[in-house]
């Protein structure tokens, strides 16, 4: 069973939602109780959800299509549901699904990914994007960035792995201050037990992630999702011999980047060669 954590402001949005799943239930004739048994979430958090306090993730949609008759009314409307401000909309479901993930892998080959980021690092990022954004803009995003890096530490059981190309580092984005914090950043969050941290190589002859970034998940019911994004998109993906290939991907990426110790000595002498 799956029990509900911090969850953002509600939203009209969330309240129809869970409106609309309260009243496929109810005409169902299940119980609070017995709808979480069949969909695997505690009655706890189909409440939350049916009161729009709290954002359903990708498999309570599933499951409940199916507990309710396929009728497609959930399955359409999930993806216009508004999460917190400064989320992409194509981001929204996977930032659902990153929240309570069991195990979370990340291949960055742009730029240091969102969950090790400091904030000047971030603030860089915001001001570089096109369209330009403005001030407004750019404290919503960071709010919900920090927001989300959070997890690092409040998920203590959760196991995040990070493959982290070393030209991104080598790009000095900030300016060598930035860059600096940056590292030092990376060298604290390596130390938390639930966390590590491998650095590609410069150099490396052989490459398993030329296609470019993804991230993978486990979800507390042990299934697995992928997520890959491209400028203005993202594609979330649930396909089992997709992300079977997208394993043995990162897989060999892991065993094709330095070692964590040896990733750690390398951010050290770069930070003291600046």
């Given amino acids: 069973m799956v029990d ?46 049916e009161l729009g306090r709290r954002m359903p993730d990708v498999v309570l949609v599933e499951r409940g299509e199916e507990a309710t008759g396929n009728t497609g009314a959930l399955r359409k409307s999930f993806p216009k549901l508004a999460r917190q401000p400064g989320l992409a909309a194509w981001f929204r479901q996977w930032a659902g699904l990153e929240a309570s993930a069991m195990t979370l892998y990340t291949y960055e080959c742009r730029l240091v990914p969102d969950l090790l980021q400091t904030e000047a690092y971030a603030r860089q990022l915001f001001v570089d994007e096109l369209p330009l954004l403005d001030d407004e803009q750019i404290e919503t995003q960071w709010t919900a960035r920090a927001e989300r890096q959070r997890l690092l530490r409040e998920r203590p059981n959760t196991a995040y792995s990070f493959i982290v190309e070393e030209h991104v580092l080598l790009r000095r984005t900030g300016g060598v201050g930035t860059t600096r914090e940056l590292i030092d950043h990376l060298l604290e969050v390596a130390e938390l037990r639930n966390v590590e941290i491998q650095v590609m190589p410069l150099v490396r002859p052989s490459h398993a992630g030329l296609h470019g970034p993804m991230q993978l998940l486990e979800t507390p019911q042990n299934r697995w999702f992928a997520y890959t994004e491209a400028p203005e998109s993202g594609l979330l993906i649930s396909d089992r011999k997709v992300i079977s290939a997208l394993q043995s991907r990162y897989a060999r990426m892991r065993s094709q980047a330095l070692s964590i110790t040896d990733s750690v000595s390398l951010l050290r002498r770069m930070r003291g060669d600046l």
Avoid: C, I, N, W
Wanted: aromatic share 6%; proline share 2%.
């Fill in 4 to 49: 509900g954590g911090g969850e953002p402001e509600s939203s009209d949005s969330m309240r129809t939602f869970g409106a609309v799943l309260q009243a496929l239930r109810e005409h169902q004739g299940l119980s609070r109780e017995e709808f979480g048994d069949l969909v695997g979430f505690s009655k706890h958090t189909v409440a939350s959800v």
